[in-house]
């Protein structure tokens, strides 16, 4: 059974930086594409950002220049979303996603809140 835990969200003042990690047990093999995704309040879950196997990154408009993901090679099932310059509007629940040619799955989310 693949499983993700997410950590590191929390609150923080607009500004200021996060860091969320992503691990997924379960499975031995790397997935195809690792992403974040996020949902606030009243809204649709969106793509934040993604990378693939071999390297390549996605990014929301909304945060390009300021979230950076990664994905851990050596433990090749987690990823990572460096997040700085954090914004009111960056609030909401993140959720780590994996995909392999036919599944994907989701992690239970964690809280990110950007006081102004």
């Known amino acids: 059974q693949v499983q993700l835990v997410e950590s590191g969200g929390g609150l923080v003042q607009a500004g200021g930086s996060l860091r969320l990690s992503c691990a997924a047990s379960?499975?031995?093999?790397?997935?195809?594409?690792m992403g974040w995704y996020r949902q606030a309040p009243g809204k649709q879950r969106e793509l934040v950002a993604r990378?693939?196997?071999?390297?390549?990154?996605?990014y929301a408009d909304a945060v390009k220049g300021r979230f950076s993901i990664s994905r851990d090679n050596a433990q090749k099932n987690m990823v990572y979303l460096q997040m700085h310059s954090l914004k009111s509007e960056d609030t909401a629940v993140y959720y780590c996603?994996?995909?392999?040619?036919?599944?994907?799955?989701w992690g239970q989310g964690t809280q990110v809140t950007v006081e102004s």
């Open positions: 379960g499975t031995r093999f790397s997935p195809n594409v």
């Open positions: 990378i693939t196997s071999g390297g390549t990154t996605n």
């Open positions: 996603n994996i995909k392999f040619v036919a599944t994907e799955y």
